[in-house]
């Protein structure tokens, strides 16, 4: 598989599940982050890891909580979600600060 | 702090029109990279160029054209003989690098919806 993967693509989840999204980058790239998509808004950055290491929360309420257990792979936890927090939530990966490469997205639905 | 704006919310143009896609934007970075993205209904941001803050050579590939003026800091995208294929949400984006480590940060613009008529 290539290129930068994400699941799952939909997600509906009530205000008091708890649920985590999935990236994972075949790049070989060093920076993997999260944005958020919502309507009518442009993209939200959320977190930015480098090598693993957490270097960017944008302010980002404790309700998601990110994960990077290696260069490679990316997780957001999600708990307690708002229905405010329903958008598509996109994962990127790059090279130093070159052009990011994004996944598919997941749509998330809070009810 | 930095800024991106795509001026253009939606524009309409018929098949084999050409069509130009604007964005404007401010840094107080001497270094810099812009892109453009474009994003089909399926969702996911597709990469479409990349251009280095130093190099203002306009660059064209296939139907797409970018014409980089630092002096008026715009990033305009140009479709010749557009598509239906080309109807999506394009998206100018500005990064900086942050704090000189080895990543970049993205600033995106509003994104222009760009619809193609048959």
């Known amino acids: 598989e290539t290129g930068v993967t994400q699941t799952p693509r939909h997600l509906v989840m009530g205000m008091t599940n708890k649920k985590s999204l999935k990236c994972e980058q075949h790049l070989g790239h060093n920076a993997m982050y999260w944005y958020k998509q919502s309507a009518k808004k442009p993209l939200e950055l959320m977190f930015v890891y480098n090598f693993k290491e957490q270097t960017e929360n944008n302010s980002v309420p404790s309700r998601f909580s990110p994960e990077c257990p290696n260069s490679s792979h990316l997780f957001l936890h999600l708990h307690t979600l708002q229905p405010e927090d329903s958008a598509l939530y996109l994962c990127a990966s790059s090279f130093a600060w070159g052009e990011q490469f994004f996944g598919p997205g997941t749509r998330l639905t809070v009810l | 702090a930095q800024k991106v704006t795509q001026a253009q919310t939606e524009i309409s143009v018929v098949e084999k029109e050409d069509v130009t896609l604007d964005c404007v934007y401010e840094?107080?970075?001497?270094?810099?990279?812009l892109f453009w993205y474009k994003q089909p209904p399926s969702g996911e941001l597709v990469f479409l160029i990349r251009r280095n803050s130093f190099d203002e050579q306009n660059e064209i590939s296939g139907r797409y054209s970018w014409n980089f003026q630092k002096s008026t800091s715009s990033f305009n995208f140009t479709i010749t003989a557009s598509q239906v294929v080309d109807s999506a949400v394009y998206f100018c984006a500005l990064s900086e690098r942050s704090g000189g480590t080895s990543y970049g940060k993205l600033t995106f613009g509003q994104g222009t919806i760009l619809t193609v008529h048959p």
């Open positions: 840094t107080r970075d001497t270094t810099y990279y």
